[in-house]
């Protein structure tokens, strides 16, 4: 870590001074044999080219943000991600990460191309799907607390499509919580408010007055693993909380009825509302398949940070 953090000191100075990095248009893509994936069917090509484009993603954003760009900012999607980063100038080690996963992803094209594999679509195989702890139509009921001591509310969110790299959700109104009678069943989002998250759990899109964390989740995540992005308040462009976070648990766990692969991420860092800053510390829980959220703690003197949002029941699709 502290070789990495050198480096990417070293290269920052110089650059300013006479341009040290290599052009993205320059890193020649690292050699990979399609041979290597001749036996593998086309859902698993194609779940891998995801796989590899979300990892060439997660280290073009940090080459992006660190450089100021704001070229992967602008919501580019993953099918037009490749062209994207002609324009950065990645270096190093994030050079050879690129070039790696470039060369895996066009000899992974090749095999497809040699399969005669159809175009994979946004749609998720239906064996994958099956697999998957939760379904389309399906209604994640969550309890949201504001604070330690504050009521009670439920939020629903119903399951509107289970894409190959996004799940899209839409807000509706509580079921009748005449079977928890100290829960409110006012929402806490507007109703039909849109969410849409990516596959490593990121929220990249919410209803304004929601929390969205668009980067701060990487695809595979190990025990230990240390990550970092923001957590925003979306309508509020100067509400943000810079966090940091380290993976502390993994494993199976039956949480609302179903049985999830858990992820359990520590969170900590601080939130900005113009020159003030205040800690910001809680927990992240997500299924790692699916990246639907398990749980959010969230402990803040800074209101819109202070939160506990927790998944108490899976309904079934109406």
Not at 16 to 34: E, I, K, S
Not at 204 to 211: D, K, N, T, V
Not at 243 to 257: D, F, S, Y
Request: glycine share 8%; aromatic share 6%; charged share 25%.
């Amino acid at each position: 870590m502290m070789r990495f953090a050198h480096t990417a000191v070293v290269c920052l100075s110089a650059l300013a001074l006479a341009g040290c990095a290599t052009r993205a248009a320059d890193v020649q893509p690292a050699p990979a044999n399609p041979a290597d994936f001749a036996l593998w069917t086309c859902d698993r090509i194609h779940d891998e080219m995801d796989g590899v484009q979300q990892r060439a993603a997660e280290v073009a954003y940090a080459v992006d943000e660190r450089a100021g760009h704001n070229i992967l900012a602008l919501g580019l999607g993953l099918t037009v991600f490749w062209p994207a980063i002609l324009a950065m100038r990645p270096d190093g080690l994030e050079a050879k990460d690129l070039a790696r996963l470039k060369g895996r992803y066009e000899a992974l094209v090749v095999a497809a191309d040699q399969q005669r594999c159809p175009s994979p679509g946004k749609t998720l195989p239906a064996a994958r799907l099956a697999q998957w702890p939760v379904a389309e139509g399906e209604r994640l009921v969550y309890e949201v607390r504001r604070h330690a001591r504050g009521a009670v509310t439920l939020s629903v969110l119903r399951i509107e499509a289970l894409r190959r790299t996004e799940s899209e959700y839409r807000s509706v109104e509580p079921a009748s919580a005449a079977s928890a009678p100290d829960v409110a069943s006012t929402p806490t989002t507007a109703v039909g408010g849109r969410w849409l998250q990516d596959r490593a759990g990121n929220v990249i899109e919410a209803p304004e007055g929601s929390l969205s964390w668009p980067r701060l989740l990487r695809s595979t995540l190990t025990l230990g693993q240390v990550t970092a992005g923001e957590m925003l308040l979306v309508g509020d462009p100067q509400l943000r909380a810079r966090l940091r976070g380290q993976v502390v648990a993994l494993g199976p766990q039956t949480v609302a009825g179903r049985r999830f692969d858990v992820a359990v991420v520590e969170l900590f860092g601080d939130a900005t509302s113009g020159d003030a800053f205040t800690r910001v510390d809680g927990a992240l829980v997500i299924d790692r398949a699916s990246g639907v959220l398990l749980r959010l703690d969230l402990r803040s003197a800074n209101p819109a940070f202070q939160l506990r949002r927790r998944l108490v029941r899976v309904e079934a699709a109406r």
